[in-house]
């Protein structure tokens, strides 16, 4: 009896998807933890060293500021020397920059640490998501990817109870709350030795033989190259000037658009979480930070079902409509009722949770193997500048114009991506990773799900 063969995107799930899943999750765990425990750090840190909203903003988007440098830098890199190394030797400077964190005694010190935490985390958003979908099957793709996610929002509660709790033990608290990003940060590090090289850039590399037994040993001896081995001698290699083709500058656009107006609100609010809450009178805040976490991580996990459920193009516009009315009512609704504002939030923080199982999914389906990396990283360090600056500007701005102002500005930024997601947001789901990415394929429709192919008039130049 013939033993069945399946592709690289019909394989069965087995332990080695579930281990490469779980590195990548783990790095979003750190991630998440890493840039919640700051905004806990910051509230004694910032007394403590007399800092005023400048060195605040900094501070608090110092790790974002890391993070556009990183997945820009790393996330090209990964496409020239491939994802294993990138994956391994990031975590390497992630780790010791946080345990380095305990031992500054300046803003200044603090920054720069934060800066290089960024770095790796931003190299690992580019390396570890394109690492994680070269080896999904398709029908667990997309879950695999909105789970980092999830994974990212349980990081970023945890950092917040654990930052409530070591907030007790006195004016060296914020030394512990910082390192306390180690614990994770270590053992990926040591479960990430031995992690093999993806088989779609081994590929792309022309060392197909290579890929054959890295899918063999770990995938299954059942399992095949199928269309990724396919004229791959005669495969022409995009450069990274390839991601500004005419056939791939529309993709960059929307992925960077669309993820840079999730992330700005994102990030600059959840950063300032606690000095939020007591402008909005909640001087006891910590039921309602309580419950805003609780939110953030039943949104993540519910965001699952719904990008099952509804087409990637649907969610996204119906995700950025909710948001965009949810934030400009709670500017209105500043010096009005308590219950309304917290409604408001809640409503907010849901779905921004929800839809940020969608910045996972899509970047790494808008681009081709050959520059997956380089794209999802272009995609990563658009965003990340953005939030960066975002956070940077909000203390600033919450002082300056008060909380009204600055949430519609904010809300303002939500509505831009949702014009432009209307306008480009193409649609990926149910499709093999070749056929969304191909650069001679787009999901013209996007109502229906299918691809529609270009004439050979429109290849990528």
């Given at each position: 009896m013939n033993e069945q063969k399946f592709t690289i995107d019909d394989a069965p799930f087995n332990r080695f998807h579930f281990r490469i899943a779980g590195l990548t999750?783990?790095?979003?765990?750190?991630?998440?933890?890493?840039l919640g425990i700051i905004a806990m750090a910051l509230t004694v840190f910032g007394p403590q060293m007399n800092m005023n909203s400048l060195w605040t903003g900094l501070i608090g988007s110092s790790a974002l500021i890391?993070?556009?440098?990183?997945?820009?830098?790393?996330?090209?890199?990964?496409d020239r020397v491939g994802r294993q190394k990138i994956f391994l030797v990031n975590f390497l400077l992630i780790t010791v920059a946080t345990i380095l964190q305990f031992f500054v005694s300046s803003p200044e010190e603090l920054f720069i640490l934060r800066l290089l935490i960024g770095f790796g985390l931003g190299g690992d958003y580019a390396v570890g998501t394109t690492l994680l979908a070269e080896f999904s099957p398709k029908k667990y793709r997309s879950s695999l990817l909105a789970s980092i996610n999830v994974v990212w929002t349980l990081g970023y509660v945890a950092s917040n109870f654990v930052g409530h709790y070591l907030g007790q033990v006195g004016s060296d608290s914020w030394r512990w709350m910082l390192v306390s990003a180690a614990i994770p940060a270590i053992v990926v590090l040591i479960l990430r030795i031995g992690t093999p090289e993806s088989p779609r850039w081994l590929v792309s590399m022309g060392r197909v033989e290579e890929a054959r037994q890295i899918v063999k040993k770990h995938l299954g001896s059942n399992v095949e190259m199928g269309e990724m081995a396919a004229g791959a001698e005669n495969q022409k290699t995009l450069g990274f000037r390839g991601l500004f083709s005419k056939r791939l500058r529309k993709r960059l656009a929307f992925g960077g658009i669309f993820k840079?107006?999730?992330?700005?609100?994102?990030?600059?609010?959840?950063?300032?979480?606690p000095s939020i809450l007591s402008t909005m009178g909640f001087e006891q805040n910590f039921?309602?930070?309580?419950m805003l976490n609780l939110f953030l991580l039943v949104g993540a996990i519910i965001g699952l079902w719904l990008l099952a459920k509804f087409s990637r193009r649907g969610f996204t516009i119906g995700a950025f409509t909710i948001l965009t009315i949810s934030l400009f009512s709670l500017s209105f609704l500043h010096n009005g009722s308590q219950f309304l504002m917290l409604l408001a939030f809640l409503i907010f923080t849901f779905f921004m949770s929800a839809a940020s199982n969608l910045t996972l999914v899509y970047p790494?389906?808008?681009?081709?193997?050959?520059i997956r990396g380089s794209g999802i990283g272009m995609v990563t360090a658009i965003s990340r500048i953005g939030s960066a600056?975002?956070?940077f500007l909000l203390p600033v701005s919450l002082s300056s114009f008060g909380l009204s102002a600055s949430m519609a500005g904010m809300a303002a930024i939500l509505l831009v991506g949702l014009i432009v997601s209307i306008a480009w947001a193409p649609e990926t789901k149910n499709l093999s990773l070749h056929e969304a990415?191909?650069?001679l394929l787009e999901a013209e429709n996007s109502l229906k799900g299918t691809a529609i192919p270009f004439t050979e008039n429109e290849k990528i130049t």
């Open positions: 999750f783990g790095s979003s765990f750190c991630d998440g933890y890493s890391g993070l556009f440098a990183g997945s820009l830098i790393l996330g090209r890199l990964s840079l107006t999730l992330v700005i609100p994102y990030f600059a609010i959840y950063t300032f979480l039921f309602a930070d309580t790494a389906e808008l681009f081709p193997t050959e600056i975002g956070t990415s191909d650069p």
